[in-house]
């Protein structure tokens, strides 16, 4: 399987701050990578993939194959933006499925 | 629909007996997943369905472990001879796509515990 870190387990910062979380995988393929996100009592949802190159919630995230990284970021957090995040490459070459990584868990303070 | 339903919602059971979970994958994905989650981790996976075949399964996946997609409907995930270490939140997901291209459906989740 693929290896995917997530190297914070707690990222907390103060509301209109900027914020990255961070993510470097294993992949020696042309990867698809997600994010998913876990707001207290809810299920995990994605929150954006890296081939849309979309913006959701005012989070984008870039993918550097250089640097095998895929790093979320957001300019200004906001209260509502504290929960789990996590990062989600393919399991493996045949890409058939996704392995999670530890997750971040971001606190944002008034 | 109302998405991914998995029941129940808990169980408790006692070390050695057996436990099977369902899951209801919303009703046009033929792709169903089952993950494990444990406390203070992401989820990690155990095994993938496309339609009613078994395409892969993780080496997580014991042989006390066994899934079943008879019908590419539901899926059952039974866990024989239950050990402490088993217990942990039970996710399962569906898409449409290979790859969750479009991104998995999660379900709430069962979580187990093995006293």
């Known amino acids: 399987a693929q290896r995917v870190t997530q190297p914070e387990k707690l990222l907390s910062v103060f509301k209109g701050a900027p914020v990255e979380l961070k993510c470097n995988y294993s992949y020696s393929g042309s990867p698809e990578l997600f994010w998913y996100v876990q707001y207290s009592r809810q299920r995990l949802q994605l929150l954006l993939r890296h081939i849309s190159r979309e913006s959701i919630k005012g989070f984008t995230a870039d993918l550097n194959k250089g640097e095998t990284s895929f790093h979320l970021k957001k300019p200004f957090a906001q209260e509502e933006d504290s929960a789990m995040y996590y990062c989600?490459?393919?399991?493996?070459?045949?890409?058939?499925?996704?392995?999670f990584g530890g997750g971040t868990r971001l606190m944002v303070k008034p | 629909d109302t998405g991914v339903s998995q029941n129940p919602r808990h169980k408790i059971t006692k070390r050695g007996q057996n436990v099977t979970f369902r899951c209801d994958p919303i009703s046009e994905h033929n792709r169903l997943y089952w993950y494990r989650q444990t406390l203070g981790q992401g989820p990690e996976f155990l095994t993938y369905f496309q339609n009613e075949a078994q395409l892969e399964k993780s080496r997580l996946l014991s042989d006390r472990f066994s899934a079943e997609r008879p019908k590419g409907s539901f899926s059952t995930l039974e866990i024989q001879r239950t050990e402490q270490g088993d217990s942990a939140m039970y996710l399962c997901?569906?898409?449409?796509?290979?790859?969750?291209?479009?991104?998995?459906?999660f379900g709430s989740g069962t979580r187990l515990t093995v006293v």
């Open positions: 997901a569906s898409s449409l796509e290979q790859g969750g291209k479009n991104g998995y459906t």
């Open positions: 989600a490459p393919p399991y493996n070459n045949a890409g058939n499925m996704l392995t």
